[in-house]
């Protein structure tokens, strides 16, 4: 369940970056090849005055209604969900902790699913109507993450954490499944199903979720007792049975909680980005086809779906047989999930033209990044089990700031031309994004549980109990 909710709310989030490449009048831009012939002839490339025919209405494909929305306005359409996550993405923690994560998800996913299926009709009333939408989705939306992971410190038993973090890459499933379903479900019935379908099968997840879905071992009706006494004995001490108020002051000046908010926001940059900005840069610089755009910009959340469940199996593995300190894992791990990917990245920028080999590199960099699931995706799990949900959305909270950042960033630098010269710096921006935050938390990150994790703990239980978990 912990993957089919992050399946469905991934479906809901986007489907708006393929469905609005059909929802708008096509571009109007050059290829490669007349950029060469207009330079080859003395003229300047950059020059805005130059006069370039629209696609006649005989090669505009008729997916539905087209609206007349600039690049600014789908820079700030993609970006509105962003803005409206940002809202609940940082009480949605507490409120989790409070008051239990199953209702709370149950509810989002619900209303989600309602707005997606109405942003066919918003878009009848103009741009801003379909922002509101798209911000009021990201309200819902914003709940999701810091929740499953309150759900993942109740339920998860240290040894297979790594397993129950990788079941949140179902986003990612998400992804795969939504760009190429959405790409089809316009070319046959038109943009409008692409909104429909993914909110149906949301609507369906949804009624799955309450049947099963509880708070904890201890509330769950139909949980056989073996297997309740086991998660709960292997959970210990770390989760206290009291509703504590979060240490807001003294989680906001650890050292080790602020290296891993810059390595999430690192993390999320890079996602993002491509979240928001892969379709367009394949159909737009590579020249694929809707469908076959939305197909290939899925497969590098293939690829980093499939690596975060072989890096947690590895993870675990390590931790269980004790190879390494949790900490070392934690660190070593960032090589993979931050450095590769934005070293690929960087090795974009001199991919030349070949649009395959660019979709290779695009893959391979975010495949590697799977092994988030062992550094910042889980680390909130080590510092603080008692506020796991509450950390989580503090870093999702400021990492969301790369979700409506980035699409401003592309929008701004491919405003004039959509090319490979003008992407190459996009895409620079987005590798020093992946380094820059590892090797912040190589330096100052840790795994150790916190002493502000449960405030009225004598600080001699503390010391064992920090002593424990690094060894």
Not at 190 to 211: D, E, K, N, R
Not at 388 to 414: E, Q
Request: with cysteine; glycine share 8%.
């Amino acid at each position: 369940m912990l993957f089919l909710s992050c399946f469905v709310s991934y479906m809901l989030r986007v489907n708006m970056s393929v469905n609005l490449l059909a929802m708008v009048q096509p571009v109007q831009k050059m290829n490669q090849h007349a950029l060469t012939l207009l330079s080859s002839n003395g003229t300047n490339a950059n020059d805005t005055s130059i006069s370039v025919p629209m696609p006649t209405a005989s090669t505009v494909h008729n997916y539905g209604p087209r609206y007349n929305w600039s690049s600014h306005d789908q820079s700030v359409i993609l970006g509105a969900y962003f803005y409206g996550y940002l809202v609940t993405s940082l009480p949605a923690g507490v409120l989790a902790e409070r008051f239990g994560p199953r209702n709370l998800v149950g509810s989002s996913l619900a209303v989600s699913a309602l707005l997606t299926a109405l942003t066919p009709l918003a878009a009848t009333y103009g741009m801003w109507t379909v922002v509101v939408n798209r911000a009021a989705l990201g309200i819902c939306g914003g709940v999701l993450y810091p929740a499953l992971h309150n759900l993942v410190s109740r339920w998860a038993p240290p040894d297979e954490k790594g397993k129950f973090v990788s079941a949140l890459m179902g986003g990612t499933f998400g992804t795969v499944v939504t760009w190429p379903l959405v790409g089809v479900l316009i070319e046959t019935f038109g943009w409008s199903f692409a909104f429909y379908v993914p909110a149906v099968i949301t609507a369906i997840v949804v009624t799955f979720w309450l049947i099963i879905v509880a708070d904890s071992p201890a509330k769950h009706p139909r949980i056989q007792k073996e297997e309740q006494d086991y998660i709960i004995k292997s959970l210990g001490d770390t989760i206290s049975k009291q509703n504590l108020l979060p240490p807001v002051l003294k989680m906001v000046t650890s050292l080790p909680f602020l290296a891993l908010l810059v390595l999430h926001f690192g993390n999320l940059w890079g996602l993002y980005f491509l979240l928001t900005a892969a379709p367009k840069f394949m159909s737009e610089v590579l020249g694929f086809k809707l469908a076959k755009a939305g197909f290939l910009a899925a497969l590098p959340y293939l690829a980093r779906a499939l690596a975060a469940f072989g890096f947690g199996s590895i993870g675990d593995y390590l931790r269980k047989k004790s190879v390494f300190s949790v900490t070392t894992i934690r660190k070593s791990f960032c090589l993979f999930s931050h450095i590769i990917p934005g070293l690929f990245l960087v090795g974009l920028i001199y991919a030349g033209f070949d649009p395959y080999v660019c979709v290779a590199i695009i893959t391979l960099s975010l495949g590697f990044n799977g092994a988030s699931t062992m550094t910042n995706l889980q680390n909130s799990q080590d510092l603080a089990p008692n506020f796991a949900g509450t950390l989580y959305g503090i870093i999702n909270f400021v990492g969301t700031t790369s979700g409506f950042i980035s699409p401003m960033l592309v929008a701004h630098f491919t405003a004039q031309r959509s090319t490979m010269d003008e992407w190459q710096y996009v895409f620079a921006i987005g590798a020093a994004a992946y380094i820059i935050p590892a090797v912040v938390f190589v330096l100052f990150g840790s795994a150790v549980v916190q002493k502000w994790n449960e405030p009225g703990q004598s600080e001699s239980k503390q010391t064992t109990k920090q002593m424990q978990e690094t060894y």
